[in-house]
Nanobody
Framework: QVQLVESGGGLVQPGGSLRLSCATS????????MQWYRQAPGKERVLVAQ???????YYDDFVKGRFTISRDNGQNTVYLYLNSLKPEDTAVYFC???????WGQGTQVTVSS
């Protein structure tokens, strides 16, 4: 079955950086788009970034220019690089395989001094 496992979250100071990873299994990773969502406390889960099977990318306006999504088809892994982090980026970040509507368990990112 489809499995997604996120890692890489943590506590970081404003202006800092993190790299989130989502290791996948159970499907032909290279054939499908992948997404990162985030959910802040008391708020809805929202789409942050998407990468197509061909490598085309989309970013939410709030993260454009600061976050980068990439994929390694050899490792069946999708990454989210978070730079210039702000306190409002604090959230649980989820990996999502839209073709299968499959979610990871999430990884907490906290931006605080």
């Amino acid at each position: 079955q489809v499995q997604l496992v996120e890692s890489g979250g943590g506590l970081v100071q404003p202006g800092g950086s993190l790299r989130l990873s989502c290791a996948t299994s159970g499907f032909t990773f290279s054939s499908y788009a992948m997404q990162w969502y985030r959910q802040a406390p008391g708020k809805e889960r929202v789409l942050v970034a998407q990468i197509s099977s061909a490598g085309g990318t989309y970013y939410d306006d709030f993260v454009k220019g600061r976050f980068t999504i990439s994929r390694d088809n050899g490792q069946n892994t999708v990454y989210l690089y978070l730079n210039s982090l702000k306190p409002e980026d604090t959230a649980v970040y989820f990996c999502h395989a839209p073709r299968f509507n499959s979610w990871g368990q999430g990884t907490q990112v906290t931006v605080s001094s």
